[in-house]
């Protein structure tokens, strides 16, 4: 049985430290080595669009007290630049502040993998950087046209380098024919290890235009899909309609039977 804590939101710090003690997230970061905090940065928008970078100060905040690995933070946006986007967005100065690094996965040396059982993705090209690293998958809980939701699996898109995949955006080539089957490819190439959502306030209707709802919550978990399922939930989806839930339940996490921690 996954868990997924539910966390009243009060302020990033204690929120979010509040969600990751309730799953035990301290035991689990690794000692040594990289780990990799993903926000959702897929333009240069101000949130609920993108991650507030407050979301990934505390999250940082977090490793720097469990674990003696580097902390970097990573994203690859979809529109624009990226570097662009961590400027917007306040990344640029929080990286001043702590001496962090900032990693641009399009622009990153890539390795090709293959997989038979990926559905379209048969080959996938991965910033060779985020192999070995602990992923924390930091997203916005968001509405989106193609997938209905785009959370902790979807956000994971940021790791596909825009020189393999861009077309009419940087990562247009995942779209077609099925964003659904790029979801699950995606993660069956390299799932998020931990998985923090920024629920505080949801984007309703579409993922760049909709409709901010306040819902003043922050989940985390280890399971993916089971932290994709109750954030869908929160935004009046059944999982069980939703496809690339289907796909990965029972493959790269569960949907059922999950336990709501709330603190």
């Excluded at 507030?52 to 970097?72: L, Q, T, W």
């Excluded at 890539?110 to 985020?130: K, Y």
Aim: net charge neutral.
């Amino acid at each position: 049985m996954s868990q997924v804590a539910k966390v009243a939101f009060v302020d990033y710090g204690r929120s979010i430290a509040a969600a990751l003690d309730a799953v035990g997230a301290a035991e689990s970061l690794p000692r040594r080595g990289l780990v990799i905090i993903k926000p959702n940065l897929t333009n240069a928008d101000r949130p609920p669009v993108t991650t507030p970078a407050a979301a990934v100060e505390a999250v940082y905040d977090y490793c720097k007290a469990h674990c003696g690995a580097e902390i970097v933070i990573g994203e690859g946006s979809g529109s624009g630049t990226t570097a662009q986007s961590y400027q917007a967005n306040g990344y640029t100065a929080l990286a001043r502040r702590h001496g962090i690094r900032l990693i641009d996965f399009n622009r990153e040396p890539a390795i090709t993998l293959q997989r038979a059982d990926a559905l379209q993705l048969r080959q996938f090209h991965l910033p060779e950087i985020a192999r070995e690293a602990f992923i924390i998958s930091v997203p916005v809980l968001k509405d989106h046209g193609f997938t209905t939701t785009t959370i902790a699996m979807k956000n994971m898109f940021g790791l596909a380098p825009a020189p393999y995949y861009k077309g009419a955006w940087n990562k247009s080539k995942l779209h077609s024919p099925s964003t659904h089957h790029s979801v699950f490819d995606v993660c069956l190439y390299r799932r998020p290890d931990l998985c923090v959502v920024d629920a505080t306030v949801a984007l309703a209707g579409m993922h760049l235009s909709g409709r901010p709802v306040k819902l003043n919550a922050i989940l985390a978990g280890t399971d993916p899909v089971a932290v994709d399922a109750v954030g869908s939930r929160l935004l009046g989806h059944d999982p069980a309609d939703i496809e690339y839930l289907t796909l990965a339940n029972g493959v790269l996490g569960s949907m059922t039977g999950t336990e709501i921690v709330e603190a």
